[in-house]
């Protein structure tokens, strides 16, 4: 699956933003996503997951939310009370939904095949 990352852009702190990510070439249900964010000289970090039919959240960063319109291909990240330390690259991934013993293995990069390019969010005081 082909992943596209948008939504990312300057806003002020206390603002909220909404990041979208668009799959295509497979049946987008089939698969849990994730969004990971990067900020400059730091290691990628789990932000939160979602459940291929969009059932459940897994450990979803707090003032934030996922949420998926599996009609549109799409999942969503909705970042509120933005913060300077939240500004970072923002990526969308994907991994076909199987059987998961431990949860916490969602938080794991190596948990999902597919990636976006990445939206950029920048916070400013």
């Known amino acids: 699956v082909q992943l596209q990352a948008s939504g990312g852009g300057l806003v002020q702190a206390g603002d909220s933003l909404r990041l979208s990510c668009v799959a295509s070439g497979g049946t987008f249900s089939h698969y849990d996503m994730a969004w990971f964010r990067q900020a400059q000289g730091k290691e990628r970090e789990f932000v939160g997951a979602?459940?291929?039919?969009?059932d459940s959240t897994y450990y979803v960063k707090y003032p934030f939310d996922i949420s998926r319109d599996n009609a549109k291909n799409t999942v969503f990240l909705q970042l509120n009370e933005l913060k300077p330390e939240d500004m970072a690259v923002y990526y969308c991934?994907?991994?076909?939904?199987?059987?998961?013993?431990?949860?916490?293995?969602?938080?794991?990069?190596?948990?999902?095949?597919?990636w976006g390019q990445g939206t950029v969010v920048t916070v400013s005081s």
């Open positions: 979602i459940s291929g039919n969009g």
């Open positions: 991934a994907a991994r076909l939904s199987t059987f998961i013993d431990d949860y916490g293995r969602l938080k794991m990069e190596r948990e999902y095949g597919s």
